[in-house]
C-alpha cells in the first residue's frame, strides 16, 4: 500500500515536496519510483531510489533539479522538486518492486508491482 502526497499548484521556479508512505514491508521490495504522467502521454520514470544500498537515479528531464530521499525509518520516499517548469505538470506516482531491476527495467511501470493513487502536480 502507497500513499502519495504533497502535490499542487505552484508557478515556473518554485519547488514541491512530494511524500510517498508504505509499509516497511513493500519499502524492502527493492526499487522505489517516481513516476509521472501527463495527459496524452505515458506514464515516464522520473526518479527512483534502490532500498538495499539507497543508490539513486534520475531521468534526464529533472537531474539536478529532483531529489529522491527516504527517511530513517525507510518507510516513506521523498521527492524534493525544484526549479519546477511548466512541463512537469502531471500526474506523480509512487510505485514499488519485488525484486531487483535493471536499468531498462526500472523505467517500465509493468515492472512494479505496487502503485499509490497519484498526485497531481500543476506549474504554471
Known sequence: QLVESGGGSVQAGGSLRLSCESSAYTYASNCMTWFRQAPGKEREGVAGIYTEDG??????????????????????????????KPEDTAVYYCAASRGLLDSRQRLRPQSYTSWGQGTQVTVS
Not at 62 to 71: E, L
Open 55 to 84: 543508490s539513486t537515479w534520475y531521468g534526464y528531464s529533472v537531474k539536478g533539479r529532483f531529489t529522491i530521499s527516504t527517511d530513517n525509518a525507510k518507510t516513506t520516499v521523498y521527492l524534493q522538486m525544484n526549479n519546477l
